[in-house]
């Protein structure tokens, strides 16, 4: 006469093994890696981001595509996004210093 006992399952007693190392950087990743620890100056590159875009309403925000981009697609986004900031921000300024002239004649 032979009795089975059920058999408990053990992996919920028994501590799980420790996760492995995550891989290190690739050399693409390193790229986009963010040090601030600097002490000698505060400049901080962030080119792998991509430039800056001076949105109509003066806000900013990035070109999400960047990273994809060819150089030459980088160029010339370069040299339309250089021209249309500075068309931005001088409506900006323009629009500010306007609202100053009107704040002072109340």
Request: no cysteine; net charge negative; hydrophobic share 25%.
């Amino acid at each position: 006469m032979s009795s089975q006992t059920p058999q408990q399952d053990t992996d919920d007693t028994q501590p799980s093994a420790p996760l492995p190392l995550p891989a290190p950087p690739t050399e693409e990743e390193k790229k986009q890696i963010l040090d601030l620890s600097n002490p000698e100056g505060s400049t901080v590159r962030l080119d792998s981001l991509g430039p800056m875009v001076v949105n109509v309403d003066g806000t900013l925000s990035r070109i999400s595509n960047w990273d994809g981009m060819t150089e030459i697609e980088q160029k010339n986004t370069l040299r339309v996004l250089g021209k249309r900031n500075s068309q931005r921000l001088e409506a900006l300024k323009a629009r500010e210093a306007e609202e100053e002239t009107k704040k002072d004649e109340l």
